[in-house]
């Protein structure tokens, strides 16, 4: 019995370093680029998700009068707001930083 064509389709290059591993499809990056690209976004992310918190603590207490419930919700809504930009940061920064003008190939 044959397999069709499309199930045994190679793996593709990976978009970054043309190398090719299982389980990457066309336009990807292999495990290790994407990892190598996560680890140079990560210091980025940081400043950029502390300042957006830092901005949120900033903006409650120039603007809502902060009572000890307030205060509660306000670093929770910091801390989220860090996890949130965090990982937008983290993703933008890896759609830049993967095109091949983007860097040093
Ligand atoms: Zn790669």
Redesign the pocket.
Known sequence: MRLSLASVEPPAP?A??R?RVAGVKWGD??P??QAELRRRARPLARIISLLAALLVIGYAWLRIPLGPVSRIWVAAIAIATMFLVRKIVTQIAMEIMRKPSGGTP
């Open positions: 990976c970054r370093c190398q990056l292999c290790d680029c």
